[in-house]
């Protein structure tokens, strides 16, 4: 496990599955789940922001101006973020992995 892991710290060490650590591990997935989804939410939004804004602005109301850059601008940042994004769930997989035999106990 290395410095980045969730997981890591002393009131993970020698934890079984109780309600707190349940908690903890739902906590650490929602907090996952959040971290790998906004960047692509809030770039949407942003791009939308500034094609509404351009629209209202020009009096130009087409359906497919707001679309094709959304999906475009999404597209390109799940490009560049996908080795993050996977090494971020492979490092959450992998620190949940290690905890299963203490979650037996």
Same mark, same amino acid.
């Given at each position: ?7 890591? /710290? ?44 351009? %629209? ?13 850059? =959304?999906?475009? /601008?999404?597209v390109?940042?799940? &490009?560049?973020?996908?080795p993050?994004?996977?090494?971020? &769930? ?8 290690? =905890?299963?035999? %203490?979650?037996?106990?």
């Amino acid at each position: 496990m290395g410095p980045g892991d969730p997981f890591a /710290g002393p009131k993970f060490r020698l934890l079984i599955m109780n309600p707190e650590f349940a908690g903890e591990l739902l906590k650490t997935m929602m907090f996952q789940a959040v971290t790998l989804a906004a960047p692509c939410l809030l770039t949407a939004m942003v791009i939308g922001l500034a094609i509404s804004l351009f %629209q209202a602005v020009t009096s130009i109301h087409e359906q497919t101006l707001t679309f094709v850059p =959304k999906a475009l /601008g999404v597209v390109a940042l799940l &490009v560049m973020l996908m080795p993050w994004m996977l090494r971020s &769930v492979m490092e959450f997989t992998t620190a949940v992995i290690q =905890k299963m035999p %203490q979650m037996a106990q």
